[in-house]
Nanobody, 120 residues
Framework: QVQLVESGGGLVQAGGSLRLSCATSGRTFISIYAMGWFRQAPGKEREFVAVTSWSGGYTRYAASVKGRFTIAKDNAKNTVYLQMNSLKPEDTAVYYC????????????WGQGTQVTVSS
């Protein structure tokens, strides 16, 4: 099994910034293909936020966060980050990181989530 632990969430005013981290542990020798961030707001379905390939420089963002959020990775630490700038109240959600072993669409392991609340 692979464990994912998110951190860095919290309460911030609109226009502020937060950086989320997602550290992996456990069977980290598995081949990681990609790591992604998702979020789920109250009463809404979970939605894609950003993804990065584990090797190479591929990244992709949801239209709602493009230009404001940046996904980055540290392969040596098996950690992925999500830098969130210019936060808006609509960014309020529980943010989850996930690991995929072979696809940008299907994810095999998920973290427990970290709450991000943006006040207006």
């Amino acid at each position: 099994q692979v464990q994912l632990v998110e951190s860095g969430g919290g309460l911030v005013q609109a226009g502020g910034s937060l950086r989320l981290s997602c550290a992996t542990s456990g069977r980290t020798f598995i081949s990681i293909y990609a790591m992604g961030w998702f979020r789920q707001a109250p009463g809404k379905e979970r939605e894609f936020v950003a993804v990065t390939s584990w090797s190479g420089g591929y990244t992709r963002y949801a239209a709602s966060v493009k230009g404001r959020f940046t996904i980055a990775k540290d392969n040596a630490k098996n950690t992925v980050y999500l830098q969130m700038n210019s936060l808006k109240p609509e960014d309020t959600a529980v943010y989850y990181c996930a690991v995929s072993k072979g696809s940008y669409l299907l994810y095999d392991y998920w973290g427990q989530g970290t709450q991000v609340t943006v006040s207006s």
